[in-house]
């Protein structure tokens, strides 16, 4: 801090007298708004940033009044910018704001005890440095130009990741000091407001700092991006730009985040939703979803998310859309993922099933419920009928049935794929397709921790044969999949490259553990 010494004797006692009974200062502390810290504390605002009426000064006294003096450092001026009292009115504290302090002065002060006609020996000084002045920042992109500025649209399509290089500015007052620059925020919808903000990024020596982002939408996109100075004060800006559509984007059911690998999508211990690659090495996400951003903003724990497609429309990702559920809910959660997996674009709250609109003119099947609350599970299973859009396979009153449409729309077509209501008491798990666009269920026996695999073959018509699944009891392949080792199973396609479906599973202590087929375990590590 540059600062000019403080004249001796600057901070001398007023000639009051001070009896063995006089009122004592027991502390001080200063902030920019009411919220102040201990002087010389670890948390000390050495400065003190932009405030309507100027920092606030507080001293825990004895007495029932405190007074405070400020001097100007930066000018070594002998005389008091300020003084002024304040009453107790019953608290242990007196606080005060000091108006009209110079941008960029660094400034000293203390405080005295009043209690009558007696005063106490000053307290120790304070020292704190103005900033005012809010810094300034500055977004570009090679991959993603801003808008207007006839760079073109760059090399980079929605849904894919763009580097953006920040650069932040703190104007420094003539003849003063200014903070510099701390930290940057930012995000597509919402930027913090300090730098404990999760995702706040520290800029380099040079004041600028490099983000990757993924794009979540294609045409207009707008980063709000927000910078942090060491006094608090905020500086902000929208980089608006163009992402367009791409032309050959990747294309692989199980796929949540446009990335073309399928993904494993799980909660984290905060509630958060993890997006694993179903071919990673290790349980690091791709992407992480907070948990605000889950049905009712309470988290990801607890809910089911089923994903294998993706319905058609105008401009829609290659990505699945999700279903997601709490066994006995009346709603399923319908997200069409517009946005690569971002789930920012609200949800789709399906109360009542097709059958179940009275409007409908379309009656529910004995057994299937006019809502969701009597599924108790429910599958992606994959394409039934065309070549993305996800069929589902519900659990209810211990049979099968076959959901296939536009579920989110409500056009929908109900199956009844068994009779013999012996479902009850397995946990169904979807690989998805073959190569060849055969289709299969898998389903653990919870009760002895079988495997079994049923063959859905597709026929020479484009139909499905789901003649294997009229014997819950048939094709077991494996064994020693209890819910005491594997709690959780599940599919998400092929993990080796070699185009067959592979098993996935969640241990008791939150290992991930990867197959082949399933065989040959292979443990990831821990989740998050």
């Known amino acids: ?76 001026a002998e005389e008091p910018v300020f003084t002024g009292q304040a009453q107790t009115y019953g608290q242990p504290s007196a606080r005060l704001t000091v108006p009209n302090l110079l941008d960029g002065h660094s400034y000293a002060w203390h405080a005295w005890a009043l209690q009558g006609t007696q005063t106490s020996a000053p307290s120790a000084d304070c020292h704190f440095t103005v900033d005012a002045t809010r810094p300034t920042v500055t977004v570009s992109s090679t ?16 849904g894919q990741k763009g580097t953006f290089v920040l650069k932040g500015a703190d104007a420094v007052p003539a003849g003063g000091e200014g903070s510099g620059v701390a930290c940057f925020t930012y995000g597509w919808t919402y930027a913090g407001y300090d730098c404990t903000s999760p995702g706040a990024v520290v800029p ?131 997200y069409r993922n517009f946005d690569y997996g971002a789930l920012t674009k609200g949800y789709i709250g399906l109360g009542t099933r097709m059958c179940g609109d009275p409007f409908s003119g379309v009656t529910c099947p004995d057994g299937f419920a006019a809502d969701w609350s009597k599924a108790d599970q429910i599958l992606a299973f994959g394409p039934v009928v065309g070549k993305t859009a996800t069929s589902l396979v519900t659990l209810e009153g211990g049979n099968l049935w076959l959901i296939t449409g536009k579920v989110s729309l409500g056009e929908n077509t109900v ?80 993990a080796h490259g070699d185009g067959k479906p592979d098993l996935w599973a969640v241990t008791p202590d939150r290992h991930l553990v990867v197959f082949t087929g399933w065989s040959e375990p292979d443990d990831l590590g821990a989740l998050n």
């Open 143 to 158: 991959d993603f130009p801003a808008t207007g500025t006839g760079t073109g649209t760059g090399t980079k399509y929605a």
């Open 204 to 334: 380099e020596a040079d004041g600028t700092a490099k983000i990757d982002l993924k794009v979540p939408d294609w045409g207009t996109n707008n980063l709000a991006v927000h910078v942090i100075d060491n006094a608090g004060n905020v500086g902000w800006t929208t980089y608006t730009f163009s992402a367009p559509t791409n032309p050959n984007p990747p294309s692989t059911l199980g796929d949540v985040d446009g990335d073309g690998v399928a993904d494993i999508l799980l909660p984290d211990a905060q509630g958060n939703l993890q997006f694993i690659p179903v071919n990673g090495t290790d349980t690091t996400p791709t992407t992480v979803i907070p948990a605000n951003r889950a049905p009712g903003n309470q988290g990801w724990a607890g809910y089911r998310i089923a994903h294998r497609g993706w319905e058609d429309g105008a401009h829609a990702p290659s990505s699945d859309d999700l279903f997601i559920y709490k066994p006995g809910d009346s709603v399923l959660d319908v």
């Open 415 to 494: 199956t009844k794929l068994t009779t013999s209501g012996a479902w009850n008491g397995y946990d169904l798990i979807a690989p998805g397709p073959d190569a060849a666009g055969n289709l299969a269920l898998w389903a653990r026996d919870r009760a002895t921790g079988e495997l079994h695999a049923y063959p859905v073959p597709k026929k020479a018509d484009g139909t499905f044969d789901f003649s294997s699944l009229a014997d819950p009891k048939a094709n077991v392949v494996a064994s020693g999949f209890t819910t005491a080792a594997y709690p959780t199973l599940g599919s998400s396609g092929a």
């Open 1 to 76: 801090m540059a600062a000019a010494t403080v004249a001796a004797g600057l901070l001398a006692t007023p000639t009051a007298a001070v009896a063995d009974t006089a009122p004592a200062v027991l502390g001080t502390a200063q902030g920019a708004t009411y919220q102040t810290t201990a002087c010389n504390s670890a948390a000390d605002p050495t400065w003190i940033g932009l405030t309507d009426n100027g920092p606030t000064l507080s001293a825990t006294v004895t007495g029932d009044t405190a007074k405070f003096g400020v001097w100007d450092e930066t000018t070594g």
